[in-house]
């Protein structure tokens, strides 16, 4: 990483000349001359002075740019799993999204179909029923959705989803911390 044209770039960005970034980092004009020159390299101490100055730290700087991360996924890149008992589909529209913060899913419930009942754990449940109806099943409380409405929870209790008993239904399910 070339540190002295990365910084030059940002001060350049931030509007400032070489006298601006010294006079606000309380360095001098041929001291930042020379760093974005790449003739002397900053302390650490001095290289977060100067970064503070342009707006922006460490491990911001030293990131890498990865324009190759996937943004838009497509059917190819779900992973599905079927569980004729339950009469159930779940895909994984997201891949690998385990790992992340969040956790989509789409469930596809045939008439009658339902989910495993999961126990209580940390997080929120959020969904959005796309197609069909549901009952929620959260402790003793049962809940009902239909197309085109969404469902909240906290699930501190046991709980499940089925579907209507003559149309099935499919929808969006998205669990934070990943949990399905």
Same mark, same amino acid.
């Given at each position: 990483?070339?540190?002295?044209?990365?910084?030059?770039?940002?001060? @350049?960005?931030?509007?400032?000349?070489?006298?601006?970034?010294?006079?606000?980092?309380e360095l001098s004009k041929g001291f930042i001359s020379q760093v974005e020159r790449n003739l002397t390299s900053p302390s650490i101490a001095t290289l977060i002075d100067i970064l503070q100055c342009l707006g922006t730290d460490l491990p911001e700087f030293f990131a890498e740019e990865t324009h190759d991360e996937?943004?838009?996924?497509?059917?190819?890149?779900?992973?599905?799993?079927?569980?004729?008992?339950?009469?159930?589909?779940?895909?994984?529209?997201?891949?690998?999204?385990?790992?992340?913060?969040?956790?989509?899913?789409?469930?596809?419930?045939?008439?009658?179909?339902?989910?495993?009942?999961?126990?209580?754990?940390?997080?929120?449940?959020?969904?959005?029923?796309?197609?069909?109806?549901?009952?929620?099943?959260?402790?003793?409380?049962?809940?009902?959705?239909?197309?085109?409405?969404?469902?909240?929870?906290?699930?501190?209790?046991?709980?499940?989803?089925?579907?209507?008993?003559?149309?099935?239904?499919?929808?969006?399910? @998205?669990?934070?911390?990943?949990?399905?």
């Open positions: 990483m070339n540190i002295g044209s990365k910084i030059k770039a940002l001060r @350049v960005l931030n509007g400032l000349t070489q006298e601006d970034l010294a006079d606000r980092a996937q943004i838009v996924f497509k059917a190819a890149d779900y992973f599905e799993k079927i569980d004729p008992e339950l009469k159930n589909k779940i895909e994984w529209i997201i891949p690998n999204a385990q790992k992340n913060i969040m956790e989509p899913i789409r469930l596809t419930l045939e008439p009658g179909g339902s989910t495993y009942p999961d126990n209580p754990h940390e997080g929120e449940e959020f969904g959005y029923v796309l197609m069909g109806s549901i009952t929620i099943h959260l402790g003793s409380r049962t809940i009902r959705a239909k197309k085109g409405e969404s469902f909240y929870f906290t699930p501190n209790q046991r709980h499940y989803i089925t579907a209507g008993e003559k149309t099935g239904a499919t929808l969006i399910w @998205v669990s934070t911390p990943p949990s399905f």
